[in-house]
């Protein structure tokens, strides 16, 4: 049986909407709640919006240009970014300390946006992600034809 908000009272809808109030207030006073509030504070719109709706936004290298991906997450969540918005070789470097997830991505934000190549030399590289083909899977003719299936 389905409810009606027809048959809900007026002070019954009121305290529903109190509760979530309160829920979110009691959320936002975390630690949790506050790194990702600094976080959302330092993104521009755009990457707020892309934070908001995918968990990760894109940072341009202060040194190089190179495009970074930032995906939620304290440690190797950090991959470059080609021309085509594929994810390529990953970096793993996180600040000193028990910081939280939004506090390590800000970091991580700051640190390739305004000291690019420190930051990366301090970090470990990891191969970007593998794409998978099935046993006895053909390459696809457009790859063939641009020459990319050939060993030479």
Known sequence: MKRRFGRIGPWTLRSLAV???????????????????????????????????????????????????????????????????????????????GLVEGDVMLAQKIALETDEARALSVANPFPGPIRWRRPGSRQSEARIARGAGHLS
């Not at 892309?50 to 970074?68: A, H, I, L, N």
């Open 19 to 97: 509760g979530k109030l309160y829920q979110a207030a009691k959320e936002e006073k975390t630690v949790q709640g506050r790194a990702l509030r600094l976080l959302r504070s330092w993104l521009s719109p755009q990457q707020r919006v892309e934070f908001d709706r995918k968990g990760y936004f894109d940072v341009v290298g202060g040194d190089t240009g190179k495009r970074y991906r930032i995906r939620r997450g304290t440690s190797g969540n950090v991959n470059e970014i080609d021309e085509y918005g594929r994810r390529g070789m990953g970096w793993c470097f996180v600040p000193i300390g």
